[in-house]
């Protein structure tokens, strides 16, 4: 099971995302820096792919949950989760 601060495992109930989910999220998702030596985790294109071909079956009932993002600190701690409402902008 992944690290959780306080925050995370508060918003992680409030916003319905299965603890699951941020472990897979965590395995095959794509990251990018978040400022202060945090980085964003969600899935893009290719990890939900690579995420599809290992779960087989099970992928089709975690799909709605695919747009949520995380928030890892420098010590590999989950900060918060969240939902995706708009597209992940790279710069």
């Known amino acids: 099971m992944t690290q959780m601060t306080r925050h995370a495992q508060v918003r992680t109930q409030q916003r319905s995302i299965p603890p699951m989910l941020i472990d897979i999220l965590l395995q095959f998702g794509e990251s990018e820096p978040a400022g ?7 899935f893009n294109k290719t990890s939900r792919k690579q995420f599809k071909a290992y ?6 009932i975690l799909e709605e949950y695919l747009d949520v993002y995380v ?5 590999d701690q989950v900060i918060t989760t ?10």
């Open 36 to 42: 202060d030596g945090a980085t964003k985790v969600f």
């Open 55 to 60: 779960a087989g079956p099970l992928a089709r």
């Open 71 to 75: 928030v890892v600190n420098k010590a």
């Open 82 to 91: 969240a939902h995706r409402t708009e597209r992940i902008r790279r710069h």
